[in-house]
């Protein structure tokens, strides 16, 4: 952080309560100055009006309020958007807006790179060089809504499935939500937030015990141990029995219905056959299955599936409540990682 400052984003309002206690300031303080940032959105402490001089000088040489900077922006023809966001540090990560009829959703990365190594994915091409912090992940959030509200819209929705596994950067993906949720904060309502994992069990059991309304989605992408080993590097370590076991958990303990996300890609996960083991392992457990249309990424040899409609009316008629994703950014760089690699190999 630049001149050994504390990112202002890195704290949830407890956390900010807590932080100016400590330098002899009233717990009320916090919620001013949540509400200057992520209500007003005002960042410079000068600007505080309702703040004493003193203090907004303390204010700015403690903390930046700094956002990411938009490296690269990509608009596709259907209203999507994904920037390319460069952190203080210089760090890359992508952030990209979707537009559904229902709302404004922010898809955001939680780490710089990824090791998951999943076969077909475009973000591990560049490999985990750090994760990000709470704050840097708010700032994913801000920028995407400060856009939209040139136009008089507002971010509705976010989803943790960019870049890097939520699960290796727990605690601060927990604190980046206690942020965008509280009310004083973005205000985003918890049953409009998911995170998706790949599939750590201890995690996903703690995640059910949090008390929490947020959803959780698994990414899956196979019907057997055979298929989900040889596309994802992290299933040679949690075989597919314990982690539907640890599902099951997460389902008893959160009361929660679990989403699986599955990637379909041609003659690997889309068969007949594979759709009727999909529906035999998932029977029993309160889910639903969101079937996502493969964007190709040109470093890897895998093809979109012509399967999808039948594959989920195999799903459906036996009971698993399937739909097809819609597919958002088809004329840019659409694949997760997609976009910074690209930049990247270019410069």
């Known amino acids: ?42 960042y410079d402490p000068e600007m505080m009006t309702d703040v004493s001089k003193s203090y907004r000088e303390r204010l700015g040489a403690a903390f930046s309020f700094a ?36 709302g404004n959703v ?30 840097e992940m708010v700032g994913e959030c801000l920028v995407v809504d400060d856009m939209l509200k040139e136009s008089g819209e507002r971010l509705s929705h976010v989803v943790v499935m960019g870049t890097g596994e939520p699960f290796d950067n727990y605690d601060n993906v927990m604190d980046f939500i206690r942020t965008i949720n509280d009310d004083r904060g973005l205000g985003i309502g918890a049953r409009h937030i998911t995170v998706s994992t790949c599939g750590i069990l201890d995690k996903i059991r703690r995640y059910g015990k949090e008390g929490l309304q947020i959803n959780l989605a698994i990414s899956l992408h196979a019907s057997n141990e055979k298929t989900r080993r040889e596309l994802m ?50 029977k029993g457990i309160f889910c639903y299955v969101n079937l996502i249309p493969l964007n190709p990424v040109k470093e890897k040899p895998f093809r979109r599936s012509k399967n999808a409609r039948r594959f989920m009316g195999i799903l459906n008629a036996r009971g698993i409540n399937c739909t097809v994703r819609k597919e958002f950014g088809t004329d840019i760089d659409a694949a997760c990682g997609q976009l910074r690699a690209k930049y990247q190999k270019d410069k």
Do not use: H
């Not at 956390?15 to 916090?30: D, F, S």
């Not at 990365?109 to 994760?131: I, N, P, W």
């Open 1 to 42: 952080m630049d001149g050994g400052k504390r990112l202002f984003f890195d704290y949830p309002l407890p956390k900010l309560e807590k932080a100016v206690v400590e330098e002899g300031e009233k717990p009320y303080r916090a919620r001013q100055l949540f509400e200057w940032v992520y209500k007003k959105r005002v």
């Open 67 to 102: 956002l990411p900077e938009v490296a690269a922006r990509q608009e596709a023809s259907d209203g999507t958007v994904k920037f390319l966001l460069k952190m203080e540090d210089g760090s890359l990560v992508e952030t990209v807006l979707m537009r559904y009829d229902y």
């Open 106 to 135: 922010a898809c955001v990365s939680s780490e710089v790179g990824c090791s998951m190594g999943c076969a077909f994915c475009a973000s591990g091409l560049l490999k985990r060089t750090r994760v990000l912090t709470s704050g």
């Open 233 to 282: 590097p992290i299933a040679r370590g949690y075989s597919m029995d314990e982690l539907m076991d640890a599902c099951r958990d997460y389902v008893s303990s959160s009361g929660r219905r679990l989403t699986f996300e599955y990637i379909l890609i041609d003659g690997v996960n889309d068969s007949d056959e594979n759709a009727y083991e999909l529906a035999s392992l998932l």
